[in-house]
């Protein structure tokens, strides 16, 4: 849970204003004093809607908080510590700078659950014996929405991974889109209360993805 949410209160702190290491250091304090030390998790309920936008008011309610006196370093027991990977600056710079916070902190949450569900199906397939169906959607699908380059031509495609025949190569990929979706759905369904709201949630993605990825979900 920490995990995902780290990276979209980050960038919500960047573009409010804050560098990168008091960004940083504010991220740690949030979770440390509100959503750990007011155990927020525990607290949010599904059926008053979503815990990132619970999330976001307690972190805007920290920030005010943070802007009234002078932001104090506290010393954080280290079983306490909010891992906080390191933060690649290249890749926020390349954030799209006409976002609001508020829409910085849904855009990376949303890459955030992307990835983590394409690592999932990723290993699905690898554990069924379908890693070229992955290799092959990861070469076809997502290397050109994430690389925005043309898509590769399939009959090569068939000839570098074995593939008999065009057909063939398409099925594969639908049976991983499939297995995505299957995914998606059910990662989004451990955050709601109800199918309803899934789908509420894939419209909410869907605003913060280019008209190709759209087609793949």
């Known amino acids: 849970m920490l995990k995902r949410y780290w990276k979209p209160v980050y960038c919500y702190l960047r573009r409010l204003g804050f560098d990168n290491e008091k960004a940083k250091d504010i991220t740690q304090a949030f979770f440390h004093d509100v959503v750990l030390g007011r155990n927020l998790i525990q607290r949010a309920d599904k059926s008053l809607g979503r815990f990132r936008t619970f999330l976001l008011v307690a972190l805007k309610r920290y920030v005010a908080a943070v802007r009234d006196k002078e932001f104090a370093q506290k010393r954080i027991s280290q079983y306490k510590l909010v891992p906080l990977e390191k933060v690649d600056e290249s890749g926020f710079s390349a954030l799209r700078t006409e976002l609001t916070p508020e829409d910085s902190y849904q855009y990376v949450w949303v890459s955030s659950l992307l990835e983590q569900v394409f690592e999932l199906v990723k290993n699905d397939c690898y554990k069924d014996g379908k890693a070229c169906h992955w290799h092959l959607f990861h070469e076809r699908v997502l290397e050109p929405i994430i690389e925005k380059t043309d898509l590769p031509v399939m009959d090569e495609l068939c000839s570098k ?20 979706r299957k995914a998606l759905r059910d990662s989004l369904r451990d955050l709601v209360s109800s199918d309803e709201e899934v789908d509420s949630e894939l419209l909410e993605i869907m605003k913060f993805l280019p008209r190709i990825a759209q087609d793949h979900i």
């Open 161 to 180: 991974y074995k593939i008999k025949d065009r057909q063939t190569a398409s099925n594969m990929i639908v049976t991983v889109k499939r297995r995505f």
